[in-house]
């Protein structure tokens, strides 16, 4: 204020307010109405021409748009797949089987994950950043986390790794793992279900802990231990002993790029809206919750299905199933490909659109701005899980079964393989842990996800947790973790006695680490999970299962899961050690000033 208007009592505004009221007055106006020769050849003819775009035009609008998009789908593909490629020529000496079919089922891959991806940006995201803002303030609390749980259910459905688990059920004999047969096949709706009410019970945990500012610590503790009991009795039971792979791989297939960000936005939008989302910490701790609910929903659904039924009930259903699908000449058109994808992808994305517009039209009364741009991302959507199902099918689910196939006949007699074992037993099994090591490392260290949240990390702790150091330490416990589950299958060693022991010493350093260290080593695992790595792994899982005739080829991706846990809270650990340490030694040698009252004058 100046001198002279001092009288007058001066009140301070946000920015943001001023902008508002300044700008009340604007008006957005057509390109049409302001161009003087468009103008009068609406006034000839009636009506504006509006802009013509030759052929040229529209390729060199949209081609940097796509270009962009495919080029990232293509770095987290391509790399794998020559990876793989290479490895089984000129080390297994082997040639990939039908090598257009899986090229084209690669391309489809990318192609259905670039539309996808675009999709969820345009047409699922703003849903749930609308509902994550908005609900709060338009509804009570009860309905608010009754459709975060829903919503929980509904991303599960559309998380594209959710395919390659029904896939499974066809690979399982069911007279070696009739309950794990049953689990997949009879029950698989059910299954994919209590998964995604595990999801919706984190969802709604996880908004209530970032509402009320609770420490993720008493949650890992009080979500795990149950579990890890339930792995126990699971453990006691020869036939249920062969589902524990199968739970605890569930853990890792829920974390993905639909659930993620959708659960994310519904979280901290809610709690931005209740004051509570400036936190740093402010959305870790969901996508833990949702990687170990859905582990101890899969556990008890066994038991349930234990309780009901008997391993020869299972199997003489199994046997009358097949009989009948072999008397019938001619399947169903959305039991056989293209007609089962096509199927597959609308059951994922429509339901889940519903549900979304049911809650903005009826709960929050709103309508959704860009309505066009949504609808065009939500066909996109569609078609890219399309798309992809398509890939899965012909393209990684192939190539992963292939290489979990051939694998073995670098150590092992293969029937398949000629002049199996290609090598020694030592040097043919280093061969493959060390391949399964550097599909892991690599695989991770590639991840979008893991960079973003290294970035996260390093602003989170003022750059004493670098970047650098985050994705090296995730993606070390990756490939440490695949090898294990690679060995975990090659021995057939039980899966339990290496689960149980690692989560245990996960709980012991988590007990002795800081919050910050705790939400970001337990959400790391989450990052690892992508739609590309999590096929693969579970189809090379099941393929060397099936090569070494071991009853299941699970247990590969819970392992992946819980060593980038050990390994970020180690590197945790060893990094507050090295700032106490510093800071020691600054203390040490800068002077200690004495107080007032100590300090004695010698006479002069």
């Known amino acids: 204020m100046n001198e002279e208007h001092s009288g007058s009592s001066a009140e301070s505004i946000r920015f943001s307010t001023y902008l508002r009221y300044t700008c009340v007055n604007q008006t957005t106006v057509s390109f049409n109405a302001v161009s003087e020769q468009l103008k009068i050849k609406a006034e000839t003819d009636g009506a504006g021409p509006g802009l013509g775009l030759r052929v040229l035009d529209w390729f060199r609008l949209l081609f940097p748009y796509t270009r962009d998009m495919l080029v990232e789908q293509m770095k987290a593909v391509l790399p794998l797949v020559f990876y793989i490629a290479i490895f089984t020529v000129l080390v297994l000496h082997q040639s990939l089987s039908d090598p257009i079919v899986v090229s084209a089922g690669v391309a489809a891959i990318i192609l259905g994950l670039m539309l996808f991806m675009e999709g969820l940006k345009r047409g699922l995201m703003p849903f749930g950043e609308a509902i994550g803002v908005t609900l709060p303030a338009k509804a009570k609390l009860p309905v608010v986390m009754l459709i975060a749980m829903l919503l929980g259910i509904g991303v599960t459905f559309a998380e594209p790794a959710i395919g390659a688990l029904k896939t499974a059920g066809s690979i399982v004999d069911v007279e070696k793992a009739p309950y794990l047969y049953a689990l997949l096949n009879e029950w698989s709706g059910t299954l994919v279900l209590v998964v995604g009410v595990g999801v919706g019970l984190a969802t709604v945990l996880g908004t209530l802990r970032l509402l009320n500012g609770w420490s993720l610590k008493p949650l890992i503790f009080a979500a795990l231990i149950p579990t890890l009991l339930l792995t126990v009795v699971c453990m006691l039971d020869a036939n249920l002993s062969q589902v524990i792979g199968l739970a ?357």
Request: proline letters at 5%; aromatic letters at 8%; one cysteine or more.
């Open 248 to 604: 605890w791989d569930c853990g890792a297939v829920t974390t993905g790029p639909v659930t993620v960000p959708l659960v994310l936005a519904l979280g901290i939008g809610m709690a931005e809206a209740a004051g509570k989302g400036k936190s740093p910490l402010a959305g870790f701790g969901i996508v833990t919750m949702a990687s170990l609910f859905p582990i101890l929903g899969v556990l008890l659904l066994a038991l349930f299905v234990a309780s009901n039924t008997t391993p020869e009930a299972i199997i003489l259903a199994a046997q009358q199933l097949s009989a009948a699908s072999a008397s019938v000449e001619q399947s169903v058109w959305y039991q056989v490909t293209p007609g089962q994808e096509i199927l597959g992808g609308m059951q994922a994305i429509v339901p889940l659109v519903v549900f979304l517009m049911i809650v903005m039209k009826f709960v929050i009364r709103e309508d959704l701005s860009r309505l066009a741009i949504v609808m065009y991302g939500i066909t996109l959507c569609v078609l890219g899980m399309i798309i992809f199902n398509l890939g899965l099918t012909f393209g990684l689910g192939k190539i992963g079964a292939m290489v979990g196939a051939m694998l073995p006949g670098a150590f092992a007699l293969i029937d398949t393989i000629a002049n199996s074992p290609l090598y020694s037993f030592t040097l043919g099994m280093t061969i493959a842990l060390i391949f399964a090591w550097l599909l892991g490392f690599g695989a991770t260290l590639a991840e979008p996800a893991l960079n973003a949240l290294g970035m996260t990390v390093e602003n989170l702790t003022q750059g004493s947790f670098r970047k650098s150091m985050l994705m090296y330490a995730v993606s070390l416990g990756v490939g440490t973790g695949i090898t294990l589950g690679v060995m975990k299958i090659a021995f057939d060693f039980p899966l339990a006695y290496m689960l149980i022991p690692l989560y245990l010493l996960a709980l012991l350093l988590t007990l002795f680490s800081t919050e910050e260290y705790v939400n970001i080593a337990w959400d790391s695992a989450g990052v690892t999970t992508g739609p590309v790595t999590v096929p693969l792994v579970l189809a090379m899982g099941l393929g060397l299962g099936n090569a070494v005739d071991v009853v299941e080829g699970f247990g590969i991706l819970s392992m992946a899961s819980i060593a980038p846990i050990i390994s970020v809270l180690t590197t945790g650990l060893w990094v507050s050690w090295k700032v106490k340490r510093r800071h020691k030694q600054v203390d040490e040698h800068t002077p200690k000033s004495k107080p007032m009252g100590e300090i004695q004058y010698e006479p002069t």
